[in-house]
Every structure is written in structure tokens, then in C-alpha cells.
């Protein structure tokens, strides 16, 4: 079955923000057989939402929509869709009193914008939010659904979670769809492809493969629809395996699991600590780590040594090496992971020196040169790369990498 | 001007990729007066691609696309575009050759993969990819114009600086958009609402205001279109100036800049040096200041501290008082601000200790109890937060209130 999204608000248009919400809505679609055909931005103007929505429910039996049903005047969702319905907006007196509540907790009273929030299509099925005043609302015409959600994304994702999933899968008989993500490193996508063209030919032909390349490596993804699961994941798993035989040296991991998920998996299982030592990754590595929960049993801390004072002083980095060779050597960030281990009292330190740009970069060492360090019970080692001339690119790069070293280490 | 955007490939349908191409090229367009009325995204079926660029061309004449332009067997854009507007593909010798020395390199040679991406549409016009070997096509047709560029994000952002902005406004036509948008803080949404309506009611009429809440702060944005740049801008200052009486405490910038590009100008005007630490931000707030170009100028560095033994340890907090109090504490948090300020050899230092969730709360300090502190030479202040059940927004959240709270004391 196949659905569509529009996500509303004149923010996306002007590229204010983007648009997250899409994503995270297609992967939990797909996770219950709903595949999605188009995602649609538009704008907060009534016209614009109608012909969007008609154009949407011809292709589609299921629609879903974000944004546009905040308090204030440039939100129009709710009167647009209710007019289209044929519906009338009143008053839904348990969502009323529910934002009352809310306001009490703050010492604030009900004001014309909030009552507003607590008006309703009659005729919309109402869908708890749990985590706002905006309500989720369902309409149906034709056996045809068009749900409309806050564009909110932690309302969103608790609508969806805690009650529209489970009404959708009852209204809807749905087949399946199985992904399985292999995540490759260290060959870029061309040759990749080259590599493994016979196999990709020969793939069973309701088989789909695509690849994805990332900074520093390159996902493949096979994809497949059918109606048993089991089945499905059957004809998967053996592809893989083919697969793994192709590419033997080259996968990291067979789920589309982040770098920093596969070496908290493999620092658990083995009980060992981590620490890290940043110089142009600024802390990116840390935040990376830090964000999974749970990551305080394997993960004890950083150094960001953005100045070289830092390095001297806190991490012991040699004063006298660090004017020789500079900052952006090996030298330097050998210590520095080294110095990690210690002050921070991990199994593992990552370190990383390196000139992220735009600016600062010399002929010998320009913009993008990063030194990578691994340091262990084994001692340390390390690598240099020669990166590129964005900053950003070159921070996530140097982190996916030092990682990555640091997962070929707990492989072993 | 009004112009459409497509971003192509399953990987943004399925959920695997969040498309952060729209929003970028959207926000460069409305720079010289192009306004965005909608984006779609759609997979990589050559159907699903006539039927979308049809009905683009038909209301926008300028449609941009990204996407599908890789050297796999899964991006079919270019060849569904050929046959589109009835070319032939044939081969383009510099294209050709500048693919190959690339790929020389790295000691590569050329693969019938690497040989396809150097085909061009015949009648295409060309522009320029300094940074990957897909070339970017404009086709015309009936003076309508539909421009093909590959999807990875820094190729895309080089081909549109480096011509094809000027490309499209050599060609068109266009009038002058502005907008402005108002940083506010400590004032929820509705509230925000009420106090403006007056103000919001007064507005010239060719005038828009929107609300964009997100953690912490809501940005009010206002916007214009029209064809004077200096006299839209006089009419959007105007009402800036009103808006400030109204809201004399709770605006804390007057572009789209984050907190931390604020903070730079305050700390550079200032000659003052920043440093952090961080127990459940995990490095987020050094990884965002050190995202900015420059940043070495004012921040020397954080002490993630992760676990108690480095809070102890490298920071200094009194081991009783961790013990009494627990790591999320007043007192804690200023030993931390405290500390790092003085490891770090710094005129400021912030500091964040709280539970990020999803668990690890008590009774006492349920998940969301976030304590920030700053210090400076003015000694140490701290807050307590009362913040939510989800992870990813008590990081962000946390963040910006201890920055903001630093802002506030940079701007006395």
C-alpha cells in the first residue's frame, strides 16, 4: 500500500527549516508495509492545500499531514480542511479543559488563540496528542483517509506512536516491505558498482538495489515487496551473504546504524571504555557518542582541546613537539589520544588534529589535512587524511573515520 | 518569481535521508527574489518523474531537481530527462576527461560506470560541477526552464553559486523578496500571540508575519515581496522598531542566526574567550560553536565530563559534594563552571549537568532535571530547568539556555 505526505508551512518554502518530519514518518510507515509514493511541501494558503490534498487522495488511500495548526493567524489548516470536509469547527470540551490544565501549570489563563486551538471538525476523528494542544485529526471520504497533524516533530512522532500507527493498520490491509541496509567503507561508489554488477544483475527482479554514498562510505541498500516477511527476509539474508563474500574486508555493519551505534554495540559486549581527544572535530565526536542513551556505561569523556594551551596543559601534549611539528601532526595527535587514555582513565581514546577550513590551511598542510589517532592497550596508532575544503564535510568525515578505526580495532 | 523544486530518490522516500537540499536552495533563491511555491519529492521511477516535471512546467517556470544523476543502475534522471524533452545522449569529451584525471588521481582507471556519467543530453545546456563528475542540465522549453543537478548536498551548493545562480536571474526577470526574522525567547507561542495581535492586525497589508516555535525560543518572521529591495526593507524596519517597544526584554537577535553565532559577535566585539563543560549536552554545545568558521578565536575548548571521576578529576568538584548532592546539582554545576573556567583558562565557562532520559530519573529529579551554570569574573550564576521526557530536545534545549544565559550577560 502507498501513501503520500504534505508537510504545510511557508518556513519550508523559504528554507527556514527543513523538513524532518518526512523522513521520520516514511521509516515508520515502512515499517508496517506502507510504502510512500510522493512527499509534498506547500505553502500555508488555502488554495494551495486543497488542490494539493484533491491531487493527493486521487493517488493515494492514505494522506498525511503536517503543520499549519499552531495557535496563530498564519495557521489556516484546520479551517481549510474542515471547510473541504463540509465540516463545521466546535468546541471539543475535554481538549478544552485539557489546555487549561497545560496553561494552569504555567499561571497562564485561556486566551482567544488557545480556545481557538480547542475548536474541532465535527465529523474528524480526534487522535490523542499527548505532548500538545493541537489536535490530530482524521477524516475520511471514500474509504479514503487524510489524517492532519501538529508540525511539531515530538507531537508528530507521539501522535503517530500512541495511537494514528494502530488506527492506520486497522483501517488498511497492508503488505510487506523488507530493507536491509549494508554499510560499506572504504570504496568509493563507482567501483563499488563495478565490484558488484554481476551480482546486482543476477538479484531476484522484484529485488531493488541502491546505493547511498556518505561522507566516508557508502550504504547499499536491497529493498523488496511482497507477502510474507519471513519469505522476504529469507530471499534478503541470502543476498547478503553473497554479498559478504564480494566485499569481504568492507562492511561495517548490516543495519543502516550510525558508526558510533556499531562501536557502542562492540565496546558493551566486550566492557571496555572510551574517551576522546578533539581538536577540529570541536566536541562533534562527543555529541555523536552522547547522543544514544546509554551511553554513559561505555563513554566516561572528552577533551576538546580547541586551543594548544588545552593540549599542553590538560591533555600533556609536549610543548616543545607541538611547536616543531604543530598542532596538525602526527606527533601531536598521537599524544593527544594518549593523554586522553589517561586524564579521562578509558580502555580506548580517539584523537583527532586537523585544519576543517574554510581558512588557515598552508601548501604543506592545506585545508583538510586531519591527523586521526587510536590510542589502547596496544599503544597508538594513527593516519592521516586528506580531506576537503568544507568545514562541515571535514568534521563529520575525520570523526566517521576515527571511529571507524576504532571499530576495526574491537573487530579484531 | 515563483519557482518549483524536486528532489529525486527512495532513499528520501523510504526515510533513509532527511532532503536538506530544498531547504538550502530555497533560502539561496528567495536571496534574489525567487520564492519557492512547492517542493515535491518522488523516487527514482522514470513515471513518477515525467508526470511530476509535467505538472511543475505547468505552473512554475523554473523548476530545479536534485538528485538521480549517480553513475549506479539506480538513478535513470538523466536518461528519463533525454527522452523527456526528445534528446539523444552523446558523450562530452571535457566531461570525459576531466572524470578521468580525477579518477587518475587516485589511480583509477575509467569503468564503463565512470564512461555513462561523462553523456550529456544533446541540447542540454551545461553548468559547471566543480565537485563531482554528474553534470548539472538546463533544458528550455517554451522559454520555461528545468534545471537537473546531482543530489549529493556540497555539488549541488557549487553548481549553484558558481553559475547557475547567475544563470537563471540572466534569464529571468524577477522582483525582490525580504524577509526578516526576530529572535525571541522566555514568551511561549500563544502568549507571544496575544501581546502582538494589535500590532500583528496593523501590519501594510502585502506584509506577512509567521510564528516558528522551537526549543526554547519562537522567531517571529515577517516578509515582503515587491520592487524596491531599499523600500521593502524601510517598510519591514518600521516595523521592527514597533515590535522592539512591544517586546523590550525578550529579543535576542534580528537575523535567523543561531544563539552561538550571536554569542561569536559578542565575545569577538569584547575580546572575551569561551570554554565548556559538559555532562548531559555531551559535547553538543563546543561541536555547535566550533561548527562556525573562526571560532578558534574565542573558544580554547570543553571538558566533557561524562562521568563523575572526571567532573572530580579534571574539573575539580569537591567528591563530598557529588556525594551529597548528585551530579545534577547546584552546587555541582558551578564547581563545573567554575572548574572549566579555570582548567581551561578562560574569561567564561558554561556548564550543564541534568538527566537527558529517556531514563535514569528519580521521584526527585525526574528525567528532564537539567542544572546550567555560567561563570566570569563576576563569580558564578546557575538555573534549574524543568525540561521533557525526550533526549534529543533536553540536549538541544539545555544548550540554548545556558547560551542564553551567557548572552544576556555578554549584552549588559
Not at 196 to 225: F, H, Q
Not at 308 to 330: H, M, R, T, Y
Request: glycine content about 8%; some cysteine; hydrophobic content about 40%.
Amino acid at each position: 500500500m502507498q501513501a503520500e505526505i504534505i508537510t504545510i508551512g511557508d518556513e519550508i518554502l523559504i528554507g527556514q527549516i527543513v523538513d524532518t518530519n518526512s523522513a521520520w514518518m516514511a521509516k515508520e510507515l515502512n515499517k508496517y508495509g506502507i510504502g510512500v509514493s510522493k512527499i509534498t511541501s506547500i505553502s500555508d494558503e488555502a488554495d494551495d492545500i486543497v488542490t494539493t490534498i484533491e491531487a493527493a487522495m486521487k493517488r493515494a488511500p492514505l494522506v498525511l499531514m503536517t503543520g499549519g495548526l499552531g495557535p496563530t493567524n498564519d495557521d489556516i489548516t484546520k479551517k481549510t480542511l474542515s471547510d473541504y470536509f463540509g465540516m463545521k469547527l466546535i468546541q471539543d470540551d475535554e481538549l478544552y479543559q485539557k489546555i487549561q490544565d497545560r496553561l494552569a501549570k504555567y499561571g497562564i489563563s485561556m486566551n482567544p488563540f488557545n480556545q481557538e486551538q480547542a475548536l474541532i471538525p465535527d465529523g474528524a476523528r480526534i487522535i490523542p496528542n499527548n505532548f500538545g494542544s493541537a489536535p490530530c485529526m482524521w477524516f475520511e471520504k471514500n474509504k479514503r483517509v487524510l489524517v492532519s497533524m501538529p508540525g511539531v516533530p515530538f507531537e508528530m512522532k507521539g501522535i503517530m506512536q500512541n495511537g494514528l500507527i494502530s488506527a492506520i493498520t486497522e483501517h488498511f490491509e497492508t503488505s510487506e516491505i523488507v530493507h536491509k541496509t549494508i554499510m560499506t567503507d572504504g570504496i568509493g561508489e563507482s567501483v563499488l558498482a563495478e565490484m558488484l554488477s554481476d551480482w546486482e544483475e543476477n538479484l531476484p527482479l522484484n529485488m531493488k538495489l541502491a546505493y547511498l554514498p556518505s561522507p566516508g562510505k557508502v550504504r547499499l541498500r536491497l529493498s523488496i515487496t511482497g507477502e510474507s516477511k519471513p519469505a522476504l527476509e529469507k530471499m534478503v539474508d541470502e543476498e547478503v551473504e553473497k554479498l559478504k563474500k564480494i566485499l569481504p574486508d568492507n562492511i561495517f555493519a548490516y543495519d543502516d546504524i550510525a558508526i558510533e551505534e556499531r562501536i557502542a554495540e562492540l565496546l558493551l559486549e566486550k566492557g571496555k571504555t572510551l574517551g576522546t581527544a578533539e581538536s577540529c572535530t570541536g566536541g562533534y565526536i562527543a555529541h555523536l557518542i552522547t547522543s544514544h542513551a546509554g551511553s554513559s556505561a561505555y563513554f566516561k569523556g572528552s577533551v576538546v582541546s580547541y586551543s594548544n594551551e588545552i593540549k599542553e596543559k590538560v591533555l600533556g601534549v609536549n610543548s616543545k613537539d607541538l611547536e616543531k611539528f604543530g598542532a596538525v601532526s602526527q606527533e601531536v595527535v598521537e599524544q593527544m589520544a594518549l593523554g586522553a587514555r589517561k586524564v579521562l582513565n578509558t580502555d580506548y581514546a580517539v584523537a583527532t588534529s586537523g585544519i576543517a577550513g574554510p581558512d588557515g590551511g598552508t601548501d604543506e598542510k592545506p585545508v583538510g589535512t586531519v591527523w586521526i589517532a587510536l590510542a589502547g592497550d596496544f599503544g597508538v596508532q594513527s593516519e592521516k587524511l586528506e580531506l576537503y575544503k568544507v568545514r562541515e564535510r571535514n568534521i563529520k568525515v575525520s570523526a566517521f573515520k576515527v571511529l571507524n578505526l576504532l571499530r576495526k580495532e574491537l573487530e579484531k
